[in-house]
């Protein structure tokens, strides 16, 4: 019989290295990684659940997004805000960067360029990557009363629940904006606007973020919307203090 908890221990041990390592071992670490998996039946069956009705192409398009024609930014990278369906595209893209389907390098350059170096981009890609793929799947596991040992879920931290909501509430006002906005040139430098806002929040920029969301506020009072999006964004902004 498998021993789930070591199985589930050299998981997150895995994971625990990667988010350690450099970037110049990182595709060893994510083998390793991949490998902890592998070899795991409790571990295999998981990631057959979450995706075995989960379109990868559909989330590349939704998830990976281009910068609008013109804006500053090249890409950004959202994460899913269903964890079983954050653990199975972040899954899908370590299994692509295994095989050389992705460059990893490139990738980072693309959605995490932070200052022009590796190193940065590398730090963004573990914090905003590897680390929600291990909380992801460690909360999967504890959904489904998986013995995870040492790896239980701490309490739950009441800022990273209200900035989740928050990138929740930029997600889904970039996804339904242009239906409310008629005129294509605001709806193109709104669209901008928000593109810029989730880039900011992935880069933990709340600085940026402030001064970008005033200005998407001016925006929708310039073509006479009020969406209830925008209203909870101000509202967790005042509870987060930004």
């Given at each position: ?47 057959k ?65 932070v ?23 460690r ?37 339904t ?16 606007l ?26 929708e ?22």
């Open positions: 019989m498998a021993d789930v908890k070591a199985e589930v221990t050299n998981f997150m041990a895995k994971c625990d290295d990667l988010i350690a390592s450099k970037y110049i071992l990182a595709d060893a670490k994510i083998s390793e990684l991949l490998k902890s998996i592998s070899v795991s039946e409790e571990l295999c069956s998981l990631f659940r979450v995706t075995e009705e989960f379109s990868y192409a559909r989330a590349k398009e939704e998830y990976m997004a281009a910068a609008p024609d013109g804006s500053i930014n090249r890409k950004v990278l959202i994460l899913p805000e269903d964890i079983y369906e954050q653990a199975a595209f972040i899954f899908c893209l370590l299994v692509d960067f295994d095989s050389g389907a992705i460059d990893l390098g490139q990738f980072l350059q693309e959605y995490y360029n200052d022009g170096s590796y190193t940065s981009s590398y730090n963004a890609f573990i914090n905003q990557l590897v680390k929600p793929f291990k909380n992801a799947v909360q999967a596991l504890k959904n489904e009363n998986i013995e995870i040992g040492q790896y239980a879920l701490p309490k739950s931290d009441e800022r990273a629940v209200l900035l989740k909501e928050l990138r929740g509430a930029v997600i889904r006002l970039r996804k904006m242009g239906k409310m906005v008629e005129d294509a040139d605001s709806r193109y430098g709104m669209s901008v928000l593109h810029s806002m989730c880039d900011a929040l992935a880069k933990e920029d709340y600085k940026t973020f402030k001064a970008l969301t005033v200005g998407y506020t001016f925006a009072s310039y073509v006479g919307i009020d969406s209830d999006d925008l209203k909870k964004i101000c509202d967790l902004m005042g509870k987060l203090k930004l």
